[in-house]
């Protein structure tokens, strides 16, 4: 968006999820270490096992649910992981707008997305902002890991948009 500062882009060497399945089992592993603290808790609205093994091995709690599901709990979670498109008639912004209200300040929803569509990721960050989420960061995972110092043409399966919860008044730096 105009105006706003750059996101950090990073790279994950993970393996494409398996058809049907919204991440594999390294990307959730990531996810859980790189966003989370032992005892955090997170909502799994992700399509596939792996949340929940990541979440299990790590020594956190979850919430897994389906993302048509009425009710995420009444205690406010640290990490909200889903994929996308979301499979229901809820609008990117009622979903949000729930993310944002079941996030502990400073909490992320991760939005796992099929990479290749140019369009989806934009579309997304707009519909999070609407909802008073701030776009913090672009994790893109591919296949094999870039090699320093070489040109590697990357295999991307998936692009992870991290988006937060921030502490910010409406008016403050990130509107």
């Known amino acids: ?6 996101v950090p882009i990073t790279v994950w060497p993970v393996p494409a999820p398996d ?4 991440m594999s089992n390294a990307m959730g592993v990531r996810l859980v270490h790189n966003l989370t603290h032992p005892a955090d808790l997170i909502i799994d609205l992700a399509l596939g096992p792996q ?6 091995a790590a020594h956190r709690r979850s919430q897994l649910d389906a993302p048509r599901q009425l009710g995420w709990g009444r205690e406010p979670a640290t990490l ?12 990117p912004g009622e979903f949000f707008t729930r993310c944002r209200t079941s996030l502990v300040p400073g909490g ?15 579309d997304v960050i707009v519909a ?34 991290i988006l937060t919860c ?3 008044q409406p008016g403050g730096a990130d509107d």
């Open 80 to 91: 909200i992981v889903t994929g996308w498109p979301l499979d229901d008639a809820t609008s």
């Open 1 to 6: 968006m105009a105006g706003d500062p750059p």
């Open 128 to 161: 999070a902002k609407g909802a008073e989420l701030a776009y913090l960061q672009h994790i893109v995972a591919a296949d094999r890991p870039p090699r320093p110092g070489q040109r590697t043409q990357l295999d991307i399966h998936t692009d992870v948009l």
């Open 51 to 56: 949340m929940a093994r990541a979440v299990i």
């Open 108 to 122: 992320c929803v991760a939005v796992l997305l099929p990479h290749g569509d140019l369009v989806l990721p934009v």
């Open 166 to 168: 921030t502490t910010t």
């Open 19 to 22: 058809r049907g399945e919204t």
